[in-house]
C-alpha cells in the first residue's frame, strides 16, 4: 500500500510529464474513485467517463496540488465529485431518458474500509458528525455520498426543502465550530 | 472578515447540495474570488476525509487504456524522467484501497474501532444499498425528481425570458418610434439605427439578465455587437455610496476576469465594448458585477464582492426584425 508521502511524490511527478508516475498513481487510486464516482453517478458508463476526464485533470492540474491544503487522495476525490455532481444536476435539466439498465457493477462489493483506514482526521470529523441529530447526519452523509441536491434531498425523505435547507445550514455550522479549522 | 454566507455556499458546494444554478455561481466565484476559493478548500478538506468511508469498486480496464492514450502526447519521454521513488511502475503498485484480503474482510464487525456507534450504524445503513442493488428504485424516483426540477426551471426559464423579451421589445419600440423618450446617450445616433437597412439591428444582440436571486434582475446587459456597444440598464441594484459597480467578462478563454468599465448611476449606462472580444466569446462569457471603490477596482480584477451573474443569451432569433422599415 502507498503511503500519503508516496502519493504527493506521485504527483510531484506527474507535474513533471512523468508517465509512469501516474500510472502507479492511477493503480493506486482507482478504484476508490470509481467507488465514489459510482454511487454519485450509479450508472457504470457515466462513471468510466468522468474517471477518464478526472484522471486527464489531474494530469494536467499536478502541478496545482498543494500538499499543505490537502492530501493526494481528497484532492483527487474531490475533482471527481465536482464533475460527476456537475453532471447529475445538468441531466436533472435536459434529460429525461435516464432510466438505468441493470447495473454491471459486481454483487459482491466489499464492506467499508472505515475499520482499517481510520484516519484521525477522519475520527474528528466523525466524532463532529456523531453530536448532529440523527436525521441531521443523515441528510449530510446522504449528500456527500450520493452525491444529492437539496431538492432531492426533500423528495427522497419527504421532507420540505426549506427544512433541508436550514438543517444543512445549521449542520454545517456545527461542523465548522466543532471541527475548529 | 468572515463571511457566513459565502462560508455557508462554500460548504454547500463541497458537499454537493446545490442546485445547478448555484453550482455555476459559485464556481465563477471560484475562478476569482481567492477568499472564496480558500472557503471551498477549508470544507474539501473539513469533509472529504468521508471518502475514506467508500467502498473501492475496481474500473474497468478500458478506462486506463482510454486515460493513457489521450496523455501519451503530452508525457515527457522516459528516458528524461529521473525515478524518483526508484520503485516498478504500475503492474507491482496495489491500490491503496484495494479490497482487503479475504481474511481480514472476514472479520467481524465488532472488531472495528467504531469511533462513533451512531455514524457508523448509519453508516453501515446508507451501504447496505450500494448502487448495484439500489438502482432501480432509486432511479424511478431521480426521473421524478428530474421531472419536477425541469418543469419548475422551465417555468422559471419562461419567467426570466419573458422579462428580457418585454424589456428588450420596450427599449427597441421605444428606440424607433419615440426616440426622445431615451436618455441622450441611448438615443440612435442621426437615426443610425434606421439608416443601415438591413435590419440587422436586433440580431446582433446579446443580452443578459445579472442577478443574485432568479425573481431579482438587478441589472440587464445588452450588448449589440455589431456596434460594439453595451448597454446597462439598473434594475433594481440601488447605487451605493462609496462605491461604484464595475462589469466584468469571464471566460474560458482568459485566465482573469477581463474589466468591461463601470456601471454608471444613471439608469442607463452606455459604452463601447472594450477590448476585441470577437463574437464567440461575446456569447459564451458570464457577466458578472463587483462592488468597487469608487473609481473602480485597483487591480484590474474584481477586489470586492461579486453580487451579480449571468450569461448571455441571444436577444432575438436570427430573421431580420424592422416593423418601422416595412
Redesign the interface.
Known amino acids: ?2 503511503t500519503q508521502a ?2 504527493v ?2 504527483l ?2 506527474v507535474a ?9 498513481l ?11 464516482l ?3 453517478l ?3 458508463e457515466l ?2 467517463e468522468v ?2 476526464e478526472t ?2 485533470k489531474v ?1 494536467k492540474m499536478a502541478d496545482k496540488f498543494n500538499p499543505a ?3 493526494p ?3 483527487m ?2 475533482i471527481a ?1 465536482n464533475r460527476a ?2 453532471i447529475v ?8 431518458e ?3 439498465d ?2 454491471g ?3 459482491d ?11 484521525e ?3 474528528r ?3 463532529c ?2 453530536k448532529l441529530d ?1 436525521e441531521k ?2 441528510i ?6 450520493s ?7 426533500a ?2 425523505l419527504d421532507i420540505p426543502v426549506n427544512t433541508i435547507k436550514t438543517w ?2 445549521r449542520s ?2 456545527e ?2 465550530e466543532c ?1 475548529g ?1 | 472578515m468572515f463571511d457566513e454566507e459565502q462560508d455557508t455556499l462554500a460548504a454547500e458546494y463541497v458537499l454537493g447540495t446545490l442546485s445547478a444554478d448555484e453550482r455555476g455561481h459559485a464556481e465563477a466565484l471560484l475562478s476569482f474570488d481567492p477568499s472564496f476559493e480558500a472557503a471551498v478548500r477549508q470544507w474539501e478538506r473539513r469533509l472529504g476525509e468521508l471518502n475514506v468511508m467508500v467502498e473501492a469498486v475496481e474500473p474497468p480496464a478500458e478506462v486506463w487504456e482510454r486515460v493513457k492514450k489521450e496523455i501519451a502526447p503530452l508525457a515527457v519521454p522516459v528516458a528524461e524522467v529521473p525515478d524518483i521513488l526508484g520503485e516498478p511502475p504500475l503492474a507491482a503498485a496495489p491500490a491503496i484501497d484495494a479490497l482487503p484480503p479475504r481474511p481480514e474482510s472476514e472479520l467481524p464487525p465488532a472488531a472495528a474501532p467504531a469511533p462513533d456507534e451512531a455514524v457508523r450504524a448509519l453508516f453501515t445503513e446508507l451501504s447496505a444499498a450500494p448502487p448495484a442493488r439500489a438502482a432501480p428504485s432509486l432511479a424511478r424516483g431521480a426521473d421524478v425528481i428530474y421531472l419536477a426540477s425541469r418543469a419548475q426551471r422551465w417555468q422559471r426559464a419562461a419567467i426570466g425570458l419573458g422579462a428580457i423579451a418585454a424589456l428588450l421589445a420596450i427599449f427597441v419600440a421605444v428606440s424607433q418610434i419615440a426616440p426622445d423618450v431615451l436618455p441622450g446617450s441611448l438615443r440612435p445616433a442621426g437615426g443610425a439605427m434606421r439608416a443601415d437597412g438591413t435590419g440587422r439591428l436586433q440580431q446582433d444582440r446579446l443580452v443578459a439578465v445579472l442577478q443574485q436571486q432568479p425573481t431579482a434582475p438587478a441589472f440587464l446587459l445588452t450588448l449589440d455587437t455589431q456596434r460594439r456597444t453595451l448597454f446597462v440598464r439598473r434594475v433594481s441594484a440601488m447605487p451605493e455610496a462609496n462605491h461604484s459597480y464595475e462589469l466584468w467578462l469571464i471566460s474560458s478563454r482568459f485566465p482573469a476576469p477581463r474589466s468591461l468599465g463601470l456601471v454608471g448611476n444613471d439608469e442607463f449606462t452606455q459604452r463601447a465594448i472594450p477590448g476585441n472580444y470577437d463574437i464567440d466569446t461575446l456569447r459564451g462569457a458570464l457577466y458578472a458585477v463587483s462592488l468597487e471603490p469608487t473609481g473602480g477596482s485597483p487591480s484590474g480584477t474584481p477586489s470586492g464582492p461579486v453580487l451579480f451573474t449571468g450569461k448571455a443569451v441571444e436577444a432575438l432569433p436570427a430573421s431580420p426584425l424592422n416593423p418601422a422599415r416595412t
Do not use: H, N
Open positions: 500500500m502507498l508516496e502519493l511524490g506521485l510531484a511527478a513533471k510529464g512523468d508517465a509512469a508516475a501516474f500510472e502507479r492511477y493503480g493506486a487510486t482507482r478504484a476508490k474513485l470509481y467507488g465514489v459510482l454511487r454519485i450509479g450508472r457504470p462513471a468510466d474517471m477518464q484522471y486527464l494530469w491544503v490537502a492530501s487522495i481528497t484532492w476525490v474531490a465529485r455532481i456537475d444536476r445538468k441531466k436533472a435539466e435536459i434529460s429525461i435516464d432510466e438505468p441493470a447495473m457493477v459486481a454483487a462489493t466489499p464492506p467499508p474500509l472505515a475499520r482499517r483506514e481510520m484516519t482526521e477522519l475520527k470529523l466523525l466524532a458528525l456523531g440523527p447526519q443523515r449530510v452523509l446522504l449528500a456527500y455520498y452525491g444529492w441536491s437539496r431538492d432531492q434531498l423528495k427522497k444543512l445550514r454545517l455550522i461542523i465548522r471541527m479549522t
